[in-house]
């Protein structure tokens, strides 16, 4: 069973910041939290994992709430390629990703 | 990051018969994992390949149906075996780069099975 809860879906506007967010309130203190995302009929991307410490790279920025149980993607400029389903993973020291469901993203224009 | 790559990038079988799935990878990596991926559904973990041992499959998957080798640090197969019309899925491979804090899992494209 995945550890991480996310809503199913949701809609951006094209250019426009969008704000992923992923409950994982049984977290473990060395699990990562990890972001994938899929875009439709291709293999899973990776985007950015972090611990505790907030988290910005060329893709996205990761917050992690200080008592790690939940965090939030933030794309900061959606585009329409961005559209894809998100999936928030919980990594440990076995190296296993468990994807759950994710959250089917939609950028419109 | 890693460039992977994997033949076939999609089949028609019949069931009864067994398909063989290549992942290559551009560097040399120990750990390669398989995943199936179902129509609608998300990706599940079959099983790890380590260069050099068994793999470790997970709950509900054994090696009599889906045999993988791990003959050297860039490449892997996966076998479907004995197919039947359930086991029409994509099958991805992925590789893992980096550890700690600086892992990540790379995956490649993916190879979409049909069986009829």
């Known amino acids: 069973d995945a550890k991480t809860t996310q809503p199913p879906s949701m809609d951006c506007a094209e250019g426009r910041a969008a704000n992923l967010p992923c409950n994982h309130s049984t977290i473990s203190g060395n699990e990562y939290v990890y972001w994938y995302r899929q875009i439709h009929s291709q293999g899973p991307q990776y985007i950015i994992h972090?611990?505790?410490n907030n988290e910005t790279n060329e893709m996205a920025s990761l917050i992690i709430t200080e008592d790690r149980k939940s965090s939030t993607l933030i794309l900061p400029h959606a585009t329409l390629r961005d559209t894809a389903v998100y999936y928030c993973?919980?990594?440990?020291?076995?190296?296993?990703?468990?994807f759950g469901a994710g959250t089917t993203v939609t950028v419109r224009a | 990051s890693a460039v992977i790559s994997q033949k076939p990038s999609r089949d028609i079988c019949q069931r009864g018969t067994s398909l063989t799935i290549q992942c290559q990878v551009d560097?040399?990596?120990?750990?390669m994992f398989w995943y199936r991926q179902q129509p609608g559904q998300s990706l599940t973990l079959i099983a790890t390949?380590?260069?050099?041992?068994?793999?470790?499959?997970e709950s509900g998957f054994v090696i009599d149906k889906f045999p993988i080798s791990r003959p050297n640090l860039t490449f892997s197969t996966l076998t479907v075996s004995n197919m039947s019309p359930e086991d029409s899925s994509i099958y991805l491979c992925s590789v893992e780069l980096g550890a700690g804090s600086a892992y990540e899992q790379y995956f490649g494209p993916g190879t979409r099975l049909t069986v009829t």
């Open positions: 993973i919980l990594m440990g020291d076995d190296y296993k990703l468990s």
């Open positions: 390949a380590n260069q050099g041992s068994e793999a470790t499959y």
């Open positions: 972090g611990l505790k």
């Open positions: 560097s040399q990596v120990t750990m």
